[in-house]
């Protein structure tokens, strides 16, 4: 039965105390400025970063403590990718919830569930500001979602607090200052410089992940053991970071033309990906976008302490 099914839904809530979660009544915030949107365009985006980010994001939840028969929080889960690879790592035993304020989100991630050979993962729209689990949590955990927060930082007290002692707060952010072309590659900076201009229009932080020190640390939490990765190209071998970053643009078009940042026809959407990798590879340039930056932290666990 799918996991999208309500009464299947309410079902395995009851038979499985351990993972009841319950929604908070209060009307979720909406999130009014969220850049991205959640078009066709943009989900496509989310499913290919999802497959080249992913070897990075699983080596943090791993690092961070994040195993078999735990119970796991996904903030702003989205297409629901990093909760899958939570549910992969806590097994049959654990329980990874998903939560996410759009409800377009939440129904692409439960039919992704359902379609899963996972059976220990759930998704609910949800604000991080507001959710409340019903029983305490191993570890809240997210991929570019505190970069949207407008108070990351209390949010992350918030949610540390439905955190049983020893619990982890794991995050995959990032970090837009660092991108660059050499030698430049005109299209490729000016991509970069579009995008970081929209998302700084949408409010949303393209320095989320060298900032992940300080809102650990504004929001009363040891400090993290932080790594950052950059995703690179080189000359004609850039093709995944070249369609990243087509992606990026094609998803954010119609809202960089709403604000005339493009003329209409500065961007084929046909032709771009190939457009951008010519470039590249014609003048053998290193391109760099964002970098991904990733940071838990533990809770002191005061049994391990007294004992
Ligand atoms: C860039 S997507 C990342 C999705 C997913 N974590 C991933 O890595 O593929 C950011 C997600 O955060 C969600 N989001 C943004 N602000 C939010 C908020 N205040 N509360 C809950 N979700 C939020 C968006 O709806 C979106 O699905």
């Known amino acids: 039965m799918p996991l999208t099914d309500l009464s299947w839904h309410r079902l395995f809530l009851i038979s499985r105390p351990a993972l009841r979660f319950r929604t908070c009544a209060r009307r979720l915030r909406v999130v009014a400025k969220y850049v991205f949107g959640h078009s066709d365009a943009e989900h496509r985006r989310l499913e290919f970063q999802a497959q080249l980010v992913a070897p990075i994001t699983r080596q943090l939840l791993v690092d961070a403590g994040i195993q078999e028969g735990m ?62 689990p019903v029983s305490p949590l191993d570890a809240v955990i997210g991929r570019y979602v505190l970069q949207f927060l407008a108070d990351s930082a209390s949010v992350l007290r918030r ?21 660059r072309s050499h030698p430049p590659v005109p299209i490729w900076d000016r991509c970069c410089t ?34 950052m990765t950059t995703i690179v190209g080189g000359g004609a071998n850039s093709h995944d970071v070249v369609e990243r970053m087509a992606n990026l643009v094609l998803s954010l078009l119609p809202k960089m033309q709403d604000r005339g940042l493009v003329a209409p026809d500065e961007f084929d959407p046909e032709t771009l990906v190939q457009q951008i990798a010519d470039e590249v590879a014609a003048s053998a340039s290193f391109v760099a976008a964002g970098s991904e930056v990733t940071a838990y932290t533990r809770l002191p666990d005061h049994a391990a302490e007294t004992s």
């Open 71 to 132: 119970h796991v929080l996904d903030i702003g889960t989205g297409r629901g990718d990093v909760a899958l690879i939570a549910a992969d790592i806590v097994g049959d035993t654990g329980s990874v919830v998903g939560i996410d304020s759009a409800p377009t989100a939440i129904t692409v991630a439960r039919e992704r569930g359902a379609a899963s050979s996972h059976r220990n993962v759930w998704f609910e729209e949800g604000d991080p500001a507001t959710f409340e």
């Open 159 to 179: 949610l540390s607090r439905l955190l049983r002692p020893g619990g982890a707060l794991a995050f995959h952010e990032i970090d837009w200052t660092w991108h």
């Open 194 to 227: 579009l995008v970081t201009e929209m998302l700084a229009f949408g409010d949303a932080d393209i320095a989320s992940g060298s900032r992940i020190p300080l809102i650990f640390a504004e929001a009363g939490l040891p400090a993290p053991s932080i790594a």
